[in-house]
């Protein structure tokens, strides 16, 4: 009869609902050191693996990481200093990681003359003339906008413009050795790279100033995605485009993979560190529990309670603190990584959904393996225990 009573389901969730509500503040202290361990496990987990994603966007900005240059076989001295211009459609549009679109720059390099309001003699300038395989919203909102109705805009280098004195609105007058062209200063850039001693009108201005149509001198490609993404898309790339030299900036990449490499390994310690210093406080709890119901599992096995029965009861004990716990935990530490993402990247870490179900399974599992203590309750003798034996 005892034995069955111990077995009933509403007499177990009864007696462990018992068990939970006589100890309040001990379950309170297990359950804020698993919610606390859940929360940082989370917050580590979900800023891995946008880690990678950020470093790939923060290395973007620091240039392009393909480059297709004139292949070194062609026996034209055009095909050798210039590639064709149709090239650039021939670029994929997507981005090795699958979704962010690939920004391909079509760059012709001519030396030129270019002569500005203020001045009638010419001085000698780097015309860069730029054609993208997508459409650059801002640089062609500036065109549209500020385009003069005879002749072309071009954005010029503050290093160029402070030497000539330029301002935006200013007409220039360049002059090559196909020709002259003109066009209305719409944008100073002021990057700090070879860009500010440029001055960068449409593709096709240049390739007039040069006598050049249909030509660009490379092109530069800024694809996203791993090492290995980006090696795969480089031997694509290649294959599509074999009268070219298909090259990639491995500086690059292969930083980026050593830095996200370095970053995943601190993290991924971090998170191991964490859950064992959990399990630590955890167990030290679960040693004072199993202390005080010393007499509560005598008396359990004195009516027939056996001894499976009871190391489940402890177990179920723990793997609902583990749950509750690392609900809330799990929730707090996503919404934590997403404010460390803020302060260390200056954007919010994306949250993952895959982050929340993987740190309450491992908080659930630290405390299974934390009431390691209360598995020395099976082996009290309920007459010892009668008898006040320790």
Known sequence: ????????????????RR???????????????????????????????????????EFSVLGPNILIVPAQTDSDATSRATLDERILDEVPPTSPDGWTPVNALGYLYLLADASGPTSRTYQPVVIAGVRSSLADKRVAAMRHNRRPVDGHSCIVGGKVAAQMHLQVGDQLSLHGVAGEQP?????????????DAQISPEL?????????PGRISLIELTARGTSEQVNDYLEALRKRVPNAGVHGVYQFSEAQGKIYSKISGLLTATVVLVLVLTALCVMAAMTNVAMERRNDVGLMKA??????????????????????????????GILLSMELGKAVFGVAARPRLIVYPISVGLTILVAIASSFPLRRLASVRPAAVFRGEA
């Open 1 to 16: 009869m005892g034995g069955s009573l111990v077995g009933n389901r509403k007499m177990f969730w009864r007696i462990l």
């Open 19 to 57: 068990m939970l509500l006589a100890n309040r503040g001990r379950v309170l202290v297990i359950l804020l050191a698993l919610a606390a361990g859940a929360a940082i496990t989370a917050a580590m987990l979900n800023l891995q693996i946008d880690a990678k994603r950020r470093l790939t966007a």
């Open 183 to 195: 066009c209305r200063v719409i944008f100073l850039r002021n990057m700090g790279d070879a860009g």
């Open 204 to 212: 096709e201005v240049a390739q007039r100033l040069a006598g050049l």
């Open 303 to 332: 009516i027939g309670g056996a001894t499976r029965r009871v190391v489940r009861l402890f177990l179920t004990e723990a793997a609902l603190l583990g749950l509750v716990g690392g609900l809330i935990g799990a929730a707090s």
